[in-house]
């Protein structure tokens, strides 16, 4: 068999007349913004002092859909608004929260203390 019979495939160059078409890719340097539904959903759950979490999940949301209609400058505006709301409502849930506990637990260890004394009292 040589070379020159139909059916043998060479390898190299492309032989064809057609011009090279080239594949231009975008690459975007800016990260993925952020719209905080998460944060949100968990404050709006377990921090709702106030409605700091919920007002945070509606902003949250209000930036999710600005950013599917492709106002990015909205939906940064709205997800700034979300974090700012988000982070308000974790403090003042974490703060609001250890202080109850410390009412609680110090209104039970009073409580005990007048038992005592009044146990005391009696013998």
Sequence with gaps: MSG???G???MGAPQGSA???TTVINIHSE???RDHVIWSLFNTLFMNWCCLGFMAFAFSVKSRDRKMVGDMTGARSY???AR???IAAL???VVLTIVVIAVYASTIGFIFFQI???QRGYS
Excluded: C, I, Y
């Design 31 to 33: 990260p993925p913004m």
């Design 91 to 93: 403090v003042l849930g």
């Design 116 to 118: 005592k004394s009044q």
């Design 84 to 86: 700012s709301l988000n």
């Design 4 to 6: 020159d019979e139909k």
């Design 8 to 10: 043998v495939v060479m």
């Design 79 to 81: 997800a700034s608004t």
């Design 19 to 21: 011009p090279m078409t």
